[in-house]
């Protein structure tokens, strides 16, 4: 059996833009920084990793309608490798996320006042998350820490679907 399933969550780096494909098909890239659980010897706090990403179709019209840089956003999709030569000639690796699914990770006010902040060092937990979970618990299954997840409520006007 295989397997080949990411989840990321982190703040996208720029805002999306969305583009089209030659045969029609909505397409849009974008790159979502996530900070390391650890810092490195010597640093004062963790490094963000700075994940590429590409979303299809609805997802694609999803993302660029709804998300801006330094917005939070959970990713589910999987790894796709891709090998090229550069200009020189030499073998080239590239890797990434295929998305599936994006949800929001923060309310529509923690979006509004995070807005212009560009800081990917420190990730801020929602306020509606924080205020659900008196204390960070994980699913047992999972390991996902629940305080990072938004109740998302009030949003059906704003939603395409």
Do not use: H
């Not at 330094?70 to 690796?93: E, H, T």
């Amino acid at each position: 059996m295989n397997i080949n399933k990411v989840m990321l969550m982190g703040r996208l780096t720029a805002d999306p833009e969305l583009k089209m494909s030659a045969s029609g098909v909505p397409n849009v890239r974008f790159s979502v920084a996530v900070n390391r659980r650890f810092a490195r010897q010597g640093e004062d706090r963790p490094t963000a990793d700075f994940i590429r990403c590409t979303a299809f179709r609805q997802t694609a019209e999803f993302v660029s309608k709804y998300f801006r840089k330094g917005s939070v956003i959970i990713v589910f999709g999987s790894l796709q490798n891709d090998n090229y030569k550069d200009r020189d000639g030499n073998d080239r690796q590239s890797t990434t996320v295929i998305v599936d699914e994006v949800q929001f990770g923060e309310t529509k006010q923690d979006r509004g006042q995070q807005r212009d902040q560009d800081d990917f060092s420190q990730p801020q937990p929602s306020s509606a998350a924080a205020n659900t979970a008196a204390a960070p618990s994980s699913d047992p299954g999972t390991g996902v820490n629940s305080e990072f997840f938004a109740d998302i409520k009030d949003i059906e006007d704003e939603l395409p679907f």
